[in-house]
């Protein structure tokens, strides 16, 4: 008997979803904080994370955390702090879709029976495949109907009128270019209407790779504009429910704001095909434009839909 699929829940202003009974995250890069900030503030930030996610998971009922790699930052020293992060969640069973940083982490955990590794390049659970997304996926996973991807830590640019800028955040999910050549070659059988979710960044310190920048490892002279004011309209539950009540259950539980609800239309001046910039070099599904992004869906984390990425895409 085949599994049952579930739909994603986009958690309310945190970069965080739930699939059926397991909370998903991405990037956490532990030790990232102590090259920005000094050695000083690792114990403030991992209690926060801690916190933060053993909350996220007991408020949506979620007994499992799928971590989408690159859980610590240095990619060879060591840092003992990712024993205490471990630590802090024993109570859930933990999976581990180890990333390109996550070198010698299995020493970290051999002592808690709870976490667990998946193999490279990544794991399927309930009709959804988990990868970090370095690596090429299997084509069983690629026959999945969601595929979760982390690395990239996917964000959006906005320039107001006196040129000041502000990066957010964003989950963006679309499809497979199913006319290319590659995605027929390397994946015969896969399932053309899969959605890719690329996650954001859980780390707090990290922003991510604006998708609309158009320099290199720079911000976007032709970022999107930011939508005036009362054209955004929000469709998401109030903070106060952002724990979806529904998490867990086996019908399927609805997204707190959906991919169907009604979206602000507004166009930017720049449109068409995706910018050259960081965030389409990272991962090979990005690398070889496997991955439909012109016609992608662009969510905030406070849960506006900002449609289509085509919108917000500079015209190379």
Same mark, same amino acid.
């Not at 240095?74 to 999976?95: H, M, N, S, W």
């Not at 496997?290 to 919108?311: C, M, P, Q, V």
């Given at each position: 008997?085949?599994?049952?699929?579930?739909?994603?829940?986009?958690?309310?202003?945190?970069?965080?979803?739930?699939?059926?009974?397991?909370?998903?995250?991405?990037?956490?890069?532990?030790?990232?904080?102590?090259?920005?900030?000094?050695?000083?503030?690792?114990?403030?930030?991992?209690?926060?994370?801690?916190?933060?996610?053993?909350?996220?998971?007991?408020?949506?009922?979620?007994?499992?955390?799928?971590?989408?790699?690159?859980?610590?930052?240095?990619?060879?020293?060591?840092?003992?702090?990712?024993?205490?992060?471990?630590?802090?969640?024993?109570?859930?069973?933990?999976?581990?879709?180890?990333?390109?940083?996550?070198?010698?982490?299995?020493?970290?955990?051999?002592?808690?029976?709870?976490?667990?590794?998946?193999?490279?390049?990544g794991m399927i659970y309930n009709n959804a495949a988990f990868a970090h997304g370095h690596t090429w996926p299997t084509e069983e996973m690629m026959q999945q109907d969601?595929?979760?991807?982390?690395?990239?830590?996917?964000?959006?640019?906005?320039?107001?009128?006196?040129?000041?800028?502000?990066?957010?955040?964003?989950?963006?999910?679309?499809?497979?270019?199913?006319?290319?050549?590659?995605?027929?070659?390397?994946?015969?059988?896969?399932?053309?209407?899969?959605?890719?979710?690329?996650?954001?960044?859980?780390?707090?310190?990290?922003?991510?790779?604006?998708?609309?920048?158009?320099?290199?490892?720079?911000?976007?002279?032709?970022?999107?504009?930011?939508?005036?004011?009362?054209?955004?309209?929000?469709?998401?539950?109030?903070?106060? %429910?952002?724990?979806?009540?529904?998490?867990?259950?086996?019908?399927?539980g609805r997204s707190r704001w959906s991919a169907t609800a009604s979206r602000h239309r507004r166009r930017s001046a720049h449109s068409g095909g995706a910018a050259a %910039?960081?965030?389409?070099?990272?991962?090979?599904?990005?690398?070889?434009?496997?991955?439909?992004?012109?016609?992608?869906?662009?969510?905030?984390?406070?849960?506006? %839909?900002?449609?289509?990425?085509?919108?917000?895409?500079?015209? %190379?």
């Open positions: 008997m085949p599994s049952k699929s579930f739909e994603p829940i986009f958690l309310h202003d945190v970069p965080a979803c739930v699939y059926s009974d397991s909370l998903v995250i991405a990037d956490a890069h532990i030790g990232l904080e102590t090259e920005i900030l000094g050695k000083g503030s690792a114990p403030v930030f991992l209690k926060k994370n801690v916190e933060q996610i053993v909350a996220l998971a007991n408020e949506n009922n979620c007994k499992k955390i799928i971590l989408l790699g690159d859980v610590k930052h240095k990619i060879t020293a060591e840092d003992d702090f990712v024993f205490d992060f471990f630590k802090g969640l024993q109570d859930f069973e933990v999976t581990i879709v180890p990333g390109n940083h996550d070198g010698s982490l299995k020493k970290y955990a051999m002592f808690h029976t709870n976490v667990k590794f998946a193999e490279q390049p969601y595929l979760f991807v982390g690395h990239s830590h996917p964000a959006i640019e906005f320039v107001d009128k006196l040129e000041s800028k502000s990066v957010q955040k964003i989950w963006l999910m679309g499809g497979l270019e199913g006319e290319s050549e590659m995605l027929a070659k390397k994946y015969p059988n896969a399932n053309l209407k899969i959605k890719v979710i690329f996650v954001p960044a859980f780390n707090p310190l990290i922003t991510g790779s604006a998708i609309n920048s158009t320099r290199e490892g720079s911000s976007a002279p032709g970022a999107a504009r930011f939508v005036p004011r009362g054209q955004m309209r929000p469709f998401f539950g109030s903070p106060k %429910n952002r724990a979806a009540k529904r998490c867990g259950d086996r019908s399927g %910039n960081d965030f389409y070099r990272a991962g090979p599904l990005l690398k070889n434009k496997l991955f439909k992004a012109a016609e992608a869906k662009i969510y905030l984390l406070n849960g506006i %839909n900002l449609g289509s990425a085509k919108n917000y895409l500079k015209t %190379n």
